[in-house]
């Protein structure tokens, strides 16, 4: 793979045990850290499937498997469903903010209350700000915290990630103590909204794993479309 500059390198990772599947195994390529990533490359590469990880850029590349998807919505053909649009009225108290992203020791609290609640055995559920903020930050990316609140407390954090032509959704996180919202879905609609407003065409979810119920509301976006020989495609879902 080559940007206008010069080429870039790409390294496998070893592999490793799937996240997802029980019985697959997984594996990435990675952009070669070293490399200067420009906004131009950043868009080109998130546009062909990879993504973003504090600033380490991947994609799947697993030995005997191809069930990750990467997916995205065009925004301007996006019809919310029966269940969206209850979501969506549900958190009508909600008032959102775009801020810069940044560590504050309150952001990084609810951060570890979600990951102890949702995923107490991960590698993620790590008290050190460092690796936190080494996850949510690149150098590279026009990033933003999609900031949630009632009656001015912080509930729940979506980042998101511009570029040419689309907006990503990097990772969510919220207090769990409001799980009945369905803040996930509803930092997606809000998403959609902003990308409608400022006609972005796409929003990215990252991958989609159609056995994975984990990933199971990523499908209930329609249109999506998915990265599928080098090629997006919408999909039958």
Not at 11 to 30: G, H, N, Q
Not at 87 to 94: A, F, L, Q, S
Request: overall charge neutral; aromatic content about 12%; charged content about 25%.
């Amino acid at each position: 793979m080559s940007s206008s500059h010069n080429p870039i390198r790409l390294f496998e990772t070893v592999v490793d045990e799937c996240p997802y599947l029980d019985d697959r195994k997984s594996a990435s390529i990675l952009v070669d850290p070293d490399h200067d990533i420009e906004p131009a490359l950043f868009s080109m590469l998130s546009r062909s499937g990879f993504r973003r990880s504090g600033n380490m850029l991947y994609a799947p590349k697993c030995p005997t498997c191809k069930a990750c998807i990467s997916v995205r919505i065009p925004a301007a053909k996006f019809s919310a469903s029966k269940g969206q649009r209850r979501v969506w009225r549900k958190n009508t108290d909600i008032t959102v903010t775009l801020e810069d992203v940044r560590f504050e020791q309150q952001h990084f609290d609810l951060y570890l209350k979600y990951q102890k609640h949702r995923h107490a055995e991960s590698s993620m559920c790590d008290d050190d700000p460092q690796k936190y903020i080494g996850f949510i930050e690149s150098d590279y990316a026009a990033s933003k915290f999609l900031c949630m609140r009632i009656d001015q407390q912080l509930i729940g954090i979506a980042v998101l990630d511009q570029f040419e032509g689309g907006l990503s959704a990097v990772y969510t996180f919220f207090d769990p103590d409001h799980s009945s919202r369905s803040l996930g879905t509803y930092a997606i609609l809000y998403t959609i909204k902003l990308a409608k407003m400022h006609e972005i065409p796409f929003v990215y979810l990252g991958y989609w794993i159609e056995q994975s119920t984990k990933m199971d509301y990523k499908r209930k976006f329609k249109p999506l479309q998915g990265y599928i020989d080098k090629t997006w495609q919408e999909l039958d879902l």
